[in-house]
């Protein structure tokens, strides 16, 4: 596996990291948990180093299966996890809203390394920007704790360009997690100019659209009942049929190449800058495999200059989130 480097404070990790959600929550029956740790011994196997979860996951049960199955390995990886959300102390649910303060950032800390078995957390992210709390805070707070060897690196996530700027002006900021895909590119008008010109690497979160870029899902697709897709606007009936329209797009270009759709999104996304990094998900060990064969694809500029030609012309339907969701998004 290839490998890049994120942000300016050394930071190197595979071309292609892994995202862990999707091991047990979010999408459906979760997996049992010998066969998810199972799934990210393998991409360990393959060559993935970069390893991502969060304690909202679960929650915290992702923590706990990513840091069960990374033990034994500690040393070769690098385990990102995020804070941010509100929990209900006494039941330990989450709850409505956000929650960056000092303290709560420093008690999350503290509960992470226990589950993930580990001294130090490689690369920590605020969740969501929390608009009652000074990112300058929550950056001055990660700076302690990176001081206090319990932090490696400070990232954030989903957060707007201002955002970033002060944060990064207290500590520096390695990487930025966010949306980014052939299906959501908003990032390309503000955020990337704005990472390039300040060093900091880009983690693409979804980078396969949820699953829809792969082309297994059409407008007949059904989803579990417990499957945060079904309250996702572009996942809705009608607009995935208008959307099958990019799919069969992709489809044609990645047969000219030998590849699969999957192939040519990720490749896309490596193509675009030498420092992103993104963090497919998936439970089966033939995606992973798939997935992680984009890593050898190489498209050149000419290339990619087609694929955005060929794309240009389709208007994705639905929005990405929900109103629930879409709150969370405060840049």
Known sequence: MRRRKL??????????????MGLNHAFGTPLEKSQAIAVIRAAHERGVTLFDTAEVYGPFTNEEIVGEALAPIRNEVVIATKFGF?????????????????????????ASLKRLRTEVIDLLYQHRVDPAVPIEDVAGTV???????????FGLSEAGVQTIRRAHAVQPVTALQSEYSLWWREPEAEILPALEELGIGFVPFSPLGRGFLTGAIDGNTSFAANDFRNGLPRFA?????????????????????????????????LGRKPWIVPI?????????????????????????ARIDEALAAIEVQGDRYGEAMQKYINR
């Open 280 to 304: 497919p998900g998936t439970t089966k060990l033939a995606r992973l495999e798939e997935n992680l064969g984009a890593a050898q694809l190489d498209l050149s500029a000419a290339e990619i």
């Open 86 to 110: 509100r929990f209900d102390p006494a039941t330990g649910k989450q709850t409505d809203g956000l929650d960056s303060r000092p303290q709560h950032i420093r008690d999350v800390v503290d």
């Open 7 to 20: 942000g300016n404070e050394g930071l190197e990790v595979s071309a292609i990291g892994y995202g862990c």
């Open 237 to 269: 009936p009608e607009a995935r049929k208008a959307n099958l329209a990019l799919v069969e797009r992709l489809r044609d270009i990645a047969a000219q190449r030998g590849a699969t759709p999957a192939q040519i999104a990720l490749a896309w996304l």
């Open 143 to 153: 700076k302690e704790l990176i001081a206090e060897g319990k932090v490696r690196h």
